[in-house]
């Protein structure tokens, strides 16, 4: 793909200082621009680089000031970090734009396949399957019997949809992630643990992104939800019967037990960990590491493990830091009163 600057200050609606027919082919952070390559300068922190790059087109701001001459052509734009972010936008778009089945494929007579649809090489889709319009199914999938994908939809090589699982449109799922695998529930005996059979199925709603290597259970009963809007970063852990609110963002390495109900507009930090049975309330935050044990109150924020009032941890933390001193204080106390 190759774009002339005219055509990228189109584009952004920006206007073009030197080489209007300078044409770009990649993308490129500034320091590391070279012939052929599109970057753009924001930070004030990365001035310095715009004198010396040898990127052929730098997206800079329209009132952003130059103390000596470039090399490079100039698109001067309104917001040059917005501008820069719609072009990577358009260039993944056009990076990931595949259409056609391959020939190495697996789907079922039964199954129904919207249009513009691609589907990768050892990909399979089961029976009765229904694919909605513009999705994507890379390489190497499974997609189960009586699943539900809407259209605009993403799945990545080697993702796992089990059976009677219901995916939203625009929804974009990473590689290795597997939706609708058992809850894990046994009732224990003097025998052993006997496996519950989990007969529900998992739902996933409009807008949804979840990250590599994330499993999502299926219900016991019911479903397991993520409301639309829901993101999730890479090796999280939803357990059957969960219900995640919409627009929750979740980092990495995350758990959530079984049952548990979690608002919206929610946001998890990295390996946050939350019992079953809860109900985290709309808004709430949970900073890295912290373990939930109890229900939380809307627009709280937590830490700490078990985790308790953000506020309330941070001021006893400080007496923590201080507890040698603390005691070492007492022991000379003690001693002088006997």
Avoid at 61 to 84: H, N, S
Avoid at 95 to 114: E, F, M, N, R, Y
Avoid at 170 to 185: K, L, M, Q
Wanted: with cysteine; glycine share 12%.
């Amino acid at each position: 793909m190759q774009f002339t600057a005219t055509q990228i200050a189109h584009l952004l609606q920006g206007t073009v200082e030197g080489d209007a027919n300078a044409t770009v082919s990649k993308l490129s952070k500034i320091e590391e621009g070279g012939p052929g390559s599109l970057s753009f300068l924001a930070n004030p922190a990365y001035t310095q680089y715009v004198y010396t790059t040898t990127a052929s087109v730098v997206i800079i701001g329209k009132d952003f000031p130059l103390t000596a001459p470039v090399k490079t052509t100039l698109v001067r734009v309104a917001d040059a970090q917005g501008a820069f972010a719609k072009v990577l936008e358009m260039y993944n778009t056009i990076k990931l734009d595949k259409k056609g089945v391959s020939p190495q494929a697996s789907i079922a007579d039964t199954a129904q396949l919207g249009t513009n649809c691609y589907v990768g090489a050892l990909a399979f889709i089961g029976e009765n399957a229904r694919i909605g319009n513009n999705v994507k199914i890379y390489p190497q999938c499974y997609v189960g019997d009586n699943v539900t994908i809407a259209d605009d939809t993403t799945l990545f090589a080697g993702v796992k949809i089990y059976s009677d699982c219901v995916i939203g449109a625009r929804a974009i799922i990473h590689s290795g992630t597997v939706i609708g695998s058992d809850g894990f529930r046994f009732a224990t005996g003097p025998d052993g643990g006997q496996k519950i059979p989990q007969i529900g199925n998992v739902v996933i709603e409009d807008d949804v992104e979840i990250g590599a290597n994330c499993a999502i259970d299926r219900a016991t009963l019911g479903s397991t939800i993520l409301r639309k809007g829901v993101k999730f970063d890479n090796l999280i852990h939803i357990a059957h019967n969960v219900e995640v609110g919409e627009n929750t963002y979740y980092a990495a390495g995350g758990v959530v037990a079984g049952s548990t109900k979690i608002g919206k507009n929610c946001m998890f930090s990295g390996q946050v960990g939350i019992i079953g049975h809860l109900k985290i309330a709309d808004g709430t935050i949970i900073a890295a590491q912290s373990g939930i044990s109890k229900d939380t109150k809307a627009g709280e924020a937590y830490m700490g493990s078990p985790a308790w009032e953000a506020s309330k941890y941070r001021k006893s933390y400080i007496h923590f830091r201080n507890l040698e001193k603390i005691v070492e204080r007492i022991g000379r106390l003690e001693k002088g009163a006997g």
